[in-house]
């Protein structure tokens, strides 16, 4: 059965994105760019919500012809490959090799669960990963803190997140810069 691991990138004051929706600030260095691509690679299938979903899907497809940023490069072409879910209850449709989920969010993904081989990686957003951490869902957060203060105010674990009990299974330092914490849920 596939574990559910949530990847986000944050500020050091807790933010996914700057006041104006801005995510111009992590620091992809080699490091944390191999680290991020290796989880990348052994995943099963990427999962986001609709939101963070456009975003990806109008960047990724293309990127070589806009960036030259080496993390870019690198990712393009397993983002292509690997196979995609959104989950979105507006959606009828995605491209790139992608499922739209849009039944009920813990029968789904129960169900995708029961189903991947590798993990489900959740990338970014906070509303889906709020709601899939208040049901239980997340087997796995991992958090890279960058040396960046915001002061937005979309929070992954922002009010309303349901307390749950964490056991700590890593920290590492990647760049000299960013703080990778990972956490598996306590069942």
Known sequence: MADLVYLVHTSLDGCIEGPAGEFDWPQMGPELSDY????????????????????????????????????????????????????SRTLSSADWNTTVANGDLTEEVAKHKATTNGDIVLMGGYAL???????????????????VILGGDKRPFAEG??????????????????ALLRHHTKR
């Open 129 to 147: 990963a709020a709601e899939l951490g208040r049901r239980g869902l997340i087997d796995e957060y991992q958090v890279c803190i960058h040396p």
């Open 36 to 87: 991020a691509n290796d989880l990348s690679k052994r995943a099963g299938v990427f999962a986001y919500g609709r939101r963070v979903w456009e975003l990806m899907s109008s960047y990724w497809p293309d990127v070589e012809s806009i960036s030259t940023h080496p993390h870019d490069l690198a990712f393009a072409p397993i983002w292509r490959e690997k196979p995609k879910l959104v989950f």
């Open 161 to 178: 997140t349901t307390r749950a009990q964490l056991q700590l299974v890593e920290t590492r330092t990647l760049d000299n810069t960013v």
